[in-house]
């Protein structure tokens, strides 16, 4: 089914109130219905001062923005319906070239016959928009605040902003409209031309609430303008505090469509992770073993939360199914379901009737029981820890061997190892903060 555009605007007079969005819907067409995000994925952020398309053509600002493939981008300097710009709005033509949902927030609202600001590019439906002024000494500033549907009912704040160029004073009192605007939203993304420098007292106060995703996750000096030949940092992705998993950060090799730089950053979503993802074993099957076998994972978390689901990496099939289980370190059998065989190969998963809470720090085990062997296995796959968001299967020698195995005719609790093979059993876990 074809998806439409989206034009939000709510024109917000003060950092506490403000009227309801306006919404209007162009019937541009764009592309399929963005696909629900897989959970335990990721999620790309995208920053980037477009210039109003003054130095190439909107159809080489998209191509840049593609060959990144964002979920999320966060514009600044764009027209909508501008004589420079020849009464195009950018917004929607981005929109448009990227098939992406899109929003657009004025900054200035009668600007050269048009309207020239801030928009948003999503992969996901936009839900809400709100216009929030901020004290700005010369040209008006604002951050345009969004709410991103990633899936049914899990909603997320994505902000857009571009401060000043009048003084340093002006910068920090736009900071601390935001931080202000922001509270409460540990969940915020926060993507913008601060024109600041990291060492600027403007970023050091929106650093009490966010964190930086380059300093964090990227390398090199993450310079970004001029985009020429950049010799200064003032484009920034910055994360809420509820985003704990440290992210991929890049400045994108784009010298001459814009003055500026863009800046990806690509962050684990927090609510629903797992221990291996996609990934897959080089041993699908361990072909010359057919014993009934338990085989297992030991594993923690660094934050309380729940398991919602067992899974492992299946390569054969087994007419009689699979039990997967999940244990304590000591043995106590806390959840146990059954597995249905299916797609070969792949991951196998099973949900839990009843999600089981578990305590940050504490080891667990998730194994399953095949009648027939031939499991998955890498021989030294444990060997050194295994990190992925919250979740960390340890070290073999570190936890008196992982992963584990207990030759059974029933299943039972398996505390065996052997040459530190990772046996690819894993869990959904879901942190006990989630949006």
């Not at 009490?208 to 200064?232: E, N, V």
Request: charged share 15%; proline share 7%; aromatic share 8%.
């Amino acid at each position: 089914m074809p998806f439409r555009a989206l034009f939000l605007l709510a024109l917000m007079t003060t950092l506490t109130h403000c009227a309801p969005p306006e919404v209007a819907e162009p019937a541009i067409e764009t592309g399929e219905q963005p696909q629900a995000l897989t959970p335990g994925g990721s999620l790309r952020f995208m920053t980037y001062n477009i210039k109003h398309g003054e130095l190439s053509s909107l159809e080489t600002v998209a191509n840049v923005i593609k060959a990144q493939a964002p979920d999320l981008v966060a514009l600044q300097e764009v027209d909508v319906l501008t004589v420079r710009s020849n009464k195009v709005d950018q917004a929607a033509r981005l929109g448009q070239l990227t098939g992406m949902f899109y929003s657009f927030i004025p900054s200035l609202t009668n600007y050269d016959s048009g309207q020239y600001g801030l928009a948003l590019l999503s992969r996901y439906p936009i839900r809400s928009a709100q216009r929030v002024p901020l004290r700005s000494a010369a040209e008006q500033r604002v951050l345009a605040l969004f709410e991103v549907e990633l899936e049914p009912s899990r909603l997320i704040p994505v902000a857009v902003t571009h401060f000043g160029t009048t003084g340093a004073s002006e910068r920090v009192q736009q900071a601390e409209d935001i931080k202000a605007a922001l509270a409460g939203k540990p969940w915020a993304l926060l993507g913008g031309d601060l024109n600041a420098s990291p060492s600027e007292s403007s970023i050091s106060s929106l650093l009490q609430q966010f964190t930086d995703a380059w300093a964090r996750g990227g390398s090199g000096s993450g310079y970004t303008s001029p985009a020429i030949l950049p010799t200064k940092r003032i484009d920034y992705v910055l994360l809420g505090s509820a985003w704990t998993s440290p992210p991929t950060t890049s400045v994108v090799n784009a010298a001459s469509q814009s003055d500026h730089r863009p800046v990806a950053a690509t962050v684990i979503l927090p609510w629903s992770q797992t221990l291996f993802g996609d990934r897959v074993p080089s041993t699908a099957v361990q072909g010359d073993d057919t014993r009934a076998v338990e085989v297992g994972v030991r594993f923690r978390s660094n934050v309380s939360g729940t398991i919602e689901a067992l899974r492992f990496y299946r390569g054969t099939s087994n007419a009689n199914g699979y039990v997967a289980h999940l244990w304590s370190n000591t043995g106590t059998l806390l959840a146990q379901v059954p597995v249905k065989d299916g797609r070969i190969p792949g991951w196998q998963e099973a949900p839990l009737p009843t999600p089981i809470s578990i305590t940050a720090g504490t080891v667990y085990v998730v194994s399953y029981f095949t009648s027939n062997g031939q499991f998955a296995r890498d021989v030294s796959g444990l060997a050194n820890a295994v990190v992925s968001g919250n979740l960390t299967a340890p070290g073999s020698a570190s936890v008196g061997g992982n992963g584990v195995f207990l030759y059974t005719s029933s299943g039972g609790f398996p505390s065996s190892s052997y040459k530190d093979a990772n046996y690819w059993a894993d869990v959904r876990f879901k942190p006990a903060a989630s949006p």
